[in-house]
């Protein structure tokens, strides 16, 4: 049976294995991090590269929304950090958090310690990898007709320990579900992830077993973020913070020549707007 939580309340959640703060960022913080926001230029991956093709019965394909990376980037054509096999070359050294980013990650990583049991954190666990997503619409440049694309199918987070959760914008409709998607009755918990919302989720159950995924965001308030994306209507903001242990974050110019190629394009665009990645593509 799932458990659902009225909307309607602000109220902080508690328990094993999951933590939310539906008004953890305070204003003022709130409105440091969407200015920085309008430094950064996101940008849009495809999913397989030249040396990563599209495997037997799949396509190469867009991702279905911009993204930026902190701490270390995981390209989409290097398959994402996947332990226990999927470690290496998979993590490439990114730009450092913002000093607001830095602070408010203190106290998540206090109250993670804090809230979930020991052996749901391993040890040197900290938050050192962030995605940033942008939830909205797509527009035609030709036609100018949007399509809304603010959703998530069903996935897990395979980085090691607890995953922390900050949302900006519009509520998103979230849930943990076990099972096969056409299962009944198959979804665990769902609620909405409010605007300045914290959520983090650790352990066996919510992490391990379970997947995840955003059924919809809403578009009640007509949020949209001035942000340096082309053709995209942004109305929801997501910074999913992670760990990767620093032996699997690689630099650039440490990769294999053939994984090097497939993201040189990306890191050219990055570089555009990054002395970090800039720098990273002069020691090539």
Not at 46 to 69: A, T
Not at 132 to 145: A, L, R
Not at 214 to 233: C, G, I, P, Y
Request: net charge positive.
């Amino acid at each position: 049976m799932s458990i659902r939580h009225n909307k309607a309340k602000k109220e902080i959640l508690r328990k094993d294995g999951l933590f939310y703060h539906p008004t953890f960022v305070k204003k003022s913080e709130r409105a440091e991090i969407i200015e920085w926001l309008k430094t950064l230029h996101p940008i849009w991956e495809m999913r397989f590269s030249e040396h990563n093709p599209p495997p037997e019965g799949d396509e190469q394909r867009q991702l279905k929304r911009p993204v930026y990376w902190l701490g270390n980037w995981q390209f989409a054509c290097l398959n994402y950090y996947h332990p226990p096999k999927g470690i290496h070359n998979r993590c490439v050294k990114g730009e450092d958090y913002p000093p607001v980013l830095k602070k408010i990650l203190k106290t998540v990583e206090g109250i993670t310690k804090t809230h979930f049991k020991k052996n749901e954190v391993p040890k040197d666990w900290n938050l050192n990898t962030c995605l940033i997503n942008f939830y909205g619409s797509s527009i035609d440049p030709v036609t100018g007709k949007k399509n809304d694309t603010a959703r998530v199918g069903d996935h897990k987070d395979f980085e090691l320990g607890p995953v922390a959760s900050i949302s900006f914008g519009e509520r998103a409709f979230f849930q943990f579900v076990l099972g096969k998607k056409d299962l009944k009755n198959n979804i665990l918990l769902e609620q909405w992830l409010d605007d300045s919302s914290l959520q983090i989720f650790a352990g066996e159950l919510y992490k391990d077993r379970a997947f995840h995924r955003v059924q919809r965001v809403e578009n009640k308030l007509k949020t949209s973020f001035d942000l340096n994306v082309e053709n995209f209507e942004t109305r929801r903001i997501n910074f999913t913070f992670r760990y990767v242990p620093k032996e699997h974050i690689i630099e650039f110019n440490k990769l294999p020549e053939t994984l090097q190629a497939d993201i040189t394009p990306y890191m050219e665009e990055l570089a555009q707007n990054s002395d970090h990645y800039r720098l990273a593509l002069a020691k090539k």
